[in-house]
């Protein structure tokens, strides 16, 4: 059933971008099956899954060798995985992050304090996330 305007729109998140996904009117059907904010995502996601693949990893494996609060920048992941040509990959690190944080695995920072990660501008830093994660 469609919910209510007054109450709030169900969510969920891009599997490719991560960004929120909020419930619109033309999915009250298809709802269940949404896995993409847009074709752009649904495209760049099958062109590019073993890449997001290894972005992520690379973004686990940087933080585990790590103090459990330091954190990494996007481009760090980047580099690990596409080498000089890591700059295509920022973007793509980000949205990596974003998955991650979908998941409970790491939180975004930036100036060190905790954000929404789909509504990040400029520079982030990635963290292991602290709720209910004791060492
Ligand atoms: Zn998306």
Known sequence: MPPSPRT??????C?????RIVWRRRWARSWQ??????ERCRRSRRARRGTDARLEEAI???????ARDASLCPSEAAR??????????????REAARRLVARGEVEVTQ??????PSRARGPI????ARAGARG
Do not use: F
């Not at 099956?33 to 847009?38: E, L, T």
């Not at 686990?60 to 790590?66: E, G, Q, T």
């Open 111 to 116: 100036r060190g304090r905790v954000l929404d």
């Open 15 to 19: 599997a490719a971008c991560g960004r």
């Open 80 to 93: 690990a995985v596409g080498g000089s040509d890591w700059r295509a990959l920022m973007e793509p690190a």
């Open 33 to 38: 099956a949404v896995r993409y904010c847009g």
């Open 60 to 66: 686990r494996s940087l933080l585990a060798v790590r």
């Open 125 to 128: 830093r990635i963290r292991r």
């Open 8 to 13: 709030a729109l169900p969510e969920k998140t």
